[in-house]
């Protein structure tokens, strides 16, 4: 089976850096997504990791470690925007077509 | 269209009533998911489908759920004699292949009463 842990909550502040973190346990593993949810909303995507390293985009970056079973969300510059839940997925290769959630990080940007 | 469109935005349903819940995936889109999404909570995968084929129907809570793709585009994903537990959204997601990203439809928010 899987399991995926990330942390429920979180609080940065405008224009600073955060880090979120997400540790899994898979029976396979076939790549990690991060997706921003706003409440309410469809999750969209962020970033896909298959190997390990760190994947830049933008203001987001996502970091794999496979051995570790580790990966992380770093989002720079902050914006009152960024205030979402962000969730980590796992896809197994048990059957490459299905992603394993966590249940999400709720983070909150303040001024 | 230009993204994956779910109908009802909402839905209620008296318990024990059927409701059929739609998904069209974006065009050209071979791989079709449907997850359930309790509040407060990550999406639970429920079922996959590559072009009309459902490969993996393992998170189906229970023989009254079933969803169908006949035409290996729009879904159709019907819950029979719908409880209270079955309040939810409904997330349906839709990629070119399994090594892209899925792209989400807006779900289906199902409250039963």
Not at chain 1, 90 to 96: E, K, L, P, S, W
Not at chain 2, 35 to 59: I, V
Request: proline fraction near 4%; hydrophobic fraction near 30%; aromatic fraction near 12%.
């Amino acid at each position: 089976g899987q399991n995926i842990d990330q942390p429920t909550e979180m609080t940065a502040t405008e224009g600073a850096i955060v880090q979120i973190n997400c540790t899994y346990q898979t029976s396979g593993f076939n790549g990690l997504f991060w997706y921003q949810q706003h409440a309410g909303e469809a999750p969209t995507f962020l970033s896909y990791n298959v190997l390990d390293g760190l994947e830049e985009k933008g203001r987001f970056s996502s970091f794999l470690s496979r051995s570790k079973g580790y990966s992380y969300l770093l989002l720079k510059e902050l914006q009152m925007k960024d205030s979402a839940s962000y969730l980590c997925a796992v896809r197994g290769n048990t059957n490459a077509g299905k992603s394993t959630f966590g249940d999400g990080t709720t983070l909150t940007v303040k001024p | 269209g230009a993204g994956v469109s779910q109908s009802p935005r909402y839905k209620v349903a008296k318990r024990g009533q059927d409701v059929a819940l739609r998904c069209d995936p974006i065009s050209g889109h071979v791989s079709l998911f449907w997850y359930q999404q309790a509040l407060g909570q990550g999406p639970e995968f429920l079922t996959y489908f590559q072009n009309e084929a459902q490969l993996d129907k393992s998170g189906l809570p229970s023989d009254r759920f079933f969803a169908e793709r006949p035409e290996g585009s729009v879904s159709t994903l019907k819950i029979q004699r719908t409880q209270q537990e079955d309040s939810a959204v409904y997330l349906c997601a839709s990629s070119s292949n399994l090594n892209t990203e899925a792209f989400f439809g807006q779900g289906t928010r199902l409250t039963v009463v």
